[in-house]
């Protein structure tokens, strides 16, 4: 049962994650990169190849832009996977210096509403449903711009787009605590992310990236809170010792990891409407590789948070047995999970070490011979 | 103008205050401190005698209970104060050690309930129209209790307290990251407190306690949203470095009270629906004193954000002049508003320097001399 | 051999986590908590009877004084343990209001200084080695005293400190980010300490306490760090969500628990010179079984920090291997090392399960019956 | 006498201030921007013109590399200023992806340390006496290097700095918590940074970064400890609400700015010994405006400082009074300075605000006329 659970899991991975990122102080090129958004697809194919549970991609526009996303999906399918969220941008072209739908003047606001739109236009060519939204909008400058204005400007731009959406079709509202913007940004936590889906109505939702946050906050409070309200629409999956480092996620606090998993399941989450994506940086690690294994951490996690006992940790929450409850759940998150997870890949034909297979594949050496010449994708294209 | 603004400024000052507190490490006993409510109130007294703009004092039940409310009433008019926002008190029964209103047990979750609906006898015989609802619920340990049948016990609390609430009655609800639960707070942070208050109505509003943050947390967004939503019923005003260390207003970051109170007079929010109330420790420095001073604290920053020229800074921000908006807002922060402040307690007849008249009065002496024996008010009492 | 590196770990258990403890808020009683050392030295001995590993007790002076150390000592050695580190309080005194050995007034420092070497005539007579020096010494506003002159004075007591000590004895110098001073903590960080002991000589070490830091550190780095400087004394262990919780070492982030053993064995610290001390409250919670509890889980981690493949790891971290040398890491982490401690137990004559033992042994259930009447001991006796 | 004190006040600006920035996400190019070395001197000359007490520019290495160090240090003095410290860059070269000086690979750290020891070179032909130390170095992943052999390979580098270092020549080493770097920095806080510069000798100081602390980190007080320590070189200034946001100095927390130059002036470091640089990124404001208001911030913080009594000041610390003390502090942090710096600059000869006088001088619109073409100067050159 905890492995029929396990077989049915899906992960999204980032039509992003294959091409090159850094920080502000450099980005690190690194060998057999894909070019253009067929090559990522077949990037992300490997990730299903190896995994078995990560059969969708999600794209970026305008980085994935191309001529014909009917033929981008029937490449997609070719490959062995489909498309998956949508990922707007509104936060490199030069006119949002000062913000996109926040912003001061109605030009920009106007021609970032556009963006917005035209992503839902790609969702209908794509078959996509959900639209994922992130707003880097915010000022670095105390009284720079009118906090309160910019509130009404964003409630402006999210019911026009909440209006756009079909039949079947979603948007997650992302919220991030700073970076790109350092004294407020405007959507800066759960609960104004909260505010405005909750007004908007059930196709608004809220999505979580794990790296997003403050120091010190409880991130799997927030999950089981926004389960409760209905309001939980997906993860962004990555990890981070201090702030949005978009390391692999697992990397940083794996027991962390395994408690939001548990929310998850203990709230209902653990459903097809929950979209599980991963949104890592790999700056220094490969690619391809970096996905896979931070595919098999959210496996491990989750395999962990399926074995508690909640018919014993209930008994214990219920008799106010600290440390008996306590016990029952590290119990689950102490049992090494490898050996099951082994054992479900063969049941699924796949090789048990998926990292081992990848390696032995010979992929990789494949691309970085291929790949030469051509710009290499990047968070620019 | 400005000065008819800040001529009707309120402040409340808290009960507790004017007894002894600390940290776990050690409660320093300090002298004259009171040794019941009645002389609480009459130390308060001297705080609205100086500063002229500090009428009403919070009280603290069970830290207050007297037998007969009318008569602490009477006694607050004849020392010339009135008794403003009842505080609940439910995390210091023992049977509270593992929560209140959201504890496993049902027993206990009625008892906590039932003090909350004392408080409101409360209010009904002192004429208090706030109630102010802070709940140290929480865990320690992962797994030590359900998260969110914990949330489903808090919703069933608040609303029956809601319905108890009379005709011009309202409770304010407290949120706090940590302390005393160290692993996930029932009632964390403004999305929760805000989530709750609007399924309740409009008689449910949330309180911002200035020390009860993440670090890095823009406390003045939350204001401007939570006026914009026509939530936020208050504040708890003391500062922080690190934690909730409940230090005097505006001792460690007068710059970030300036902002917030920008926020509630461009929000709409400087009016007598909005409760300003300290809630401070003063551990290491005489309380009535340490009062004045944070009153005065409050008072510039008012001052200053009254000052701010929103025109001009309208203007600036119109046309994403960074520099320039920041400038005008800095202008009024840079201000040395003490002399406009002194000349205001001049024309209300007041002594220009509260701190200094307030040590001339030989009050502090008198209760130093006159308060022996007895014990002293403090957490406990 | 990681059998043998795991009999021959020691674990010291304080004597004040046996009384009561717990926040500014309130401190909730227990059942069977003891009235003075002997009978804290008795739980202490419980820990050990079903562990094995903890053999000392760290006594807190003067919360721990007695007549008769001799005796005391005697009666730690019937009991199966003896005396560890003797740990100082100079922050409890009402003369401490304003700092212990940096006070303003020299007549408070000559007194705090006596307190410290009083507890060094306590090692002489129970043999104790080490003496802990923790400073709760800061300040709570900007300006309130002179923070380098603080320093001055601080390193005059030191100084001291350092020439009482005798052949054999050493001080472990502790560093803490706030609580109880909330502006500027007079020894913050690792830095500060470890400036003042290179200055005094190798019998002045830092001891890191792992809640006291600020959010984000790395505290593996530290150990590190003083290890290769040869300064690294002990470790308080505990853990912690947000500030200094207190809660049992391990409960909050095993992981890190996991890399902060991992550098103590690379690093040459796992030695007798190294004390591992547990320093935690167990508000909520039982506390002989807490104690037990927070054993196990050093323990765990340091078999998982044991296992770690040291020649594959600098392998794959000569080879810039990023992705295999954190996997060699993680490898070590995944494993469940619980089987391999049950073994090791049965083999040093103990059950398997220390847990399940001690419940089984009736003894909570005897002192509850028995500790009846009498004060029970906290933080103040 | 405080006037003197302003007048002879020194504040450096970098180059790369006057190139773009921006953040991982995006780089906003504005109009205007030095195309090369001499136009960032250019532009450098203009602060000081306008502020009188910013004479020197900060270069870095190799953005700022020129054939003829002697022709640009000339420019320089023809346009008004002159060369201060030289910067090198160790992060920038594909070679450093995993570090630099602490890269496992033996031919990575010589040829970073070739770059370091051509910095000394181009320092003798510039006639610059500081070389200031950043490394990025550190790891993304637990397991992923050892942590102790870089520390070693660290010393190693510093070490063979320190012997090429000429007569009058010093090296300031520059600690950062983290980025980019996410797991563990080389050089991650003022204890490191300081333990390494002790060993080597005098030439071997700290310089403080106002951005690159732990949340909650008191700055002040590593301020007064490196200074009674004589290891305080100099300062990077800038200001951050979350990390290393690089706003302008004074922007987020004017009230931190004047405690950290209290302690400067307290501690004896208002002395040419001291560097007093900015490090700033200014993603979304004028650049040279932006540096105008920044030097404007340092002074009227140092003017606040120095206005402190010092007198009335100790003898409220000697007495135990905690509010006097903090409102002698803070009347001179609330007196508004900026008449007295207008006067300031009148008796030099400059305009009485510089904003103005710059913005009415038209340069900001010559350059945006005659800079178009060629490659703006950046990050990367």
Same mark, same amino acid.
């Given at each position: 049962m905890i492995k029929d659970m396990l077989r049915r899991q899906r992960i999204e991975t980032p039509s992003w994650a294959y091409g090159n990122s850094g920080t502000r102080f450099k980005v690190f090129a690194q060998q057999g990169v894909p070019r253009d958004p067929y090559e990522k697809l077949a990037d992300a194919a490997q990730v299903q190849v190896h995994t078995g549970v990560a059969p969708t991609v999600a794209l970026h526009i305008p980085w994935d832009k191309v001529d014909d996303y009917g033929d981008l999906a029937r490449h997609a399918a070719e490959v062995g /996977?489909?498309?998956?969220?949508?990922n707007s941008n509104v936060f490199q072209d030069d006119d949002y210096m000062l913000g996109s739908v926040t912003h001061p003047d109605a030009r920009v606001r106007a021609k970032a509403l556009g963006h917005l739109l035209e992503c839902v236009d790609i969702m209908d060519q794509t078959g996509s449903d959900t639209l994922k939204l992130w707003f880097s909008d915010g000022t670095n400058y105390p009284g720079q711009d009118d906090i309160r204005a910019r509130q009404d400007r964003l409630a402006e731009a999210l019911s026009a787009v909440y209006e756009r959406l079909g039949e079947g079709q979603r948007f997650l509202l992302e919220y991030k605590l700073f970076e790109p913007a350092f004294y407020a940004t405007d959507v800066p936590d759960w609960g104004t992310a909260y505010a405005h889906c909750v007004k908007l109505g059930p196709k608004a939702q809220v999505v979580v990236d794990t790296g997003h946050h403050a120091p010190g906050t409880n991130i799997e409070f927030? /999950?089981?809170?926004?389960?409760?309200?209905?309001k939980l629409g997906g993860f962004d999956f990555n990890s981070r010792f201090y702030a949005d480092d978009d390391l692999m996620v697992g990397a940083a606090d794996p027991f962390q990891l395994f408690r939001i998993m548990y929310e998850v399941i203990r709230g209902g989450g653990y459903t097809e409407e929950t979209a599980f994506m991963l949104d890592q940086c790999h700056n220094i690690e490969p690619k391809i590789a970096g996905q896979i294994r931070s595919v098999m951490n959210v496996q491990e996690a989750t395999a962990k948070a399926l074995l508690v006992d909640r018919d014993a940790l209930a008994g214990a929450q219920r008799e106010g047995d600290v440390l008996g409850a306590n016990a029952v759940f590290m119990d689950a998150y102490n049992t090494d999970v490898r050996p099951l997870l082994a054992e479900l890949r063969e049941e699924m034909g796949l090789a048990p070490d998926p990292m081992a297979a990848y390696a032995k594949s010979g992929?990789?050496?494949?691309?970085a011979a291929d790949r030469v010449g051509g710009a290499q994708a990047g968070w620019g294209a």
């Open positions: /996977v489909s498309i998956g969220a949508i927030i /999950v089981a809170f926004l389960l409760r309200e209905g992929y990789f050496q494949k691309i």
